[in-house]
């Protein structure tokens, strides 16, 4: 798979973890459904996606922004989220 495939895949698995977050109805490290902040994400990273697969790349702004925004309402229990996040940024061409 080349560089545009891994990035495409790292995206893929963020969004799935996503929609499971949602599905689990996970909550936020203070306690409150995380709910809004899920769809917020979700939606992000479809325009990120399609944005990244046409131009070859990531905006790494957004994403440095997307991870911070994320570390600050994830329960410490899941940070799955933040670990797909992570992988967009080691799939960057």
Avoid at 25 to 44: P, V
Avoid at 49 to 62: I, N, P, S
Wanted: proline share 2%; charged share 25%.
């Amino acid at each position: 798979m080349g560089k545009l495939g891994d990035l495409e895949s790292a995206f893929d698995t963020a969004l799935r973890h996503v929609q499971r977050s949602i599905s689990s109805g996970m909550k936020t490290s203070g306690g409150s459904s995380a709910q809004s902040q899920l769809e917020t994400l979700e939606r992000e990273l479809r325009q990120a996606r399609a944005k990244a697969l046409e131009l070859g790349m990531v905006d790494r702004e957004w994403l440095q922004k997307t991870v911070r925004w994320v570390a600050e309402w994830v329960p410490d229990a899941d940070l799955t989220l933040v670990a797909a996040l992570g992988r967009i940024v080691r799939a960057v061409p």
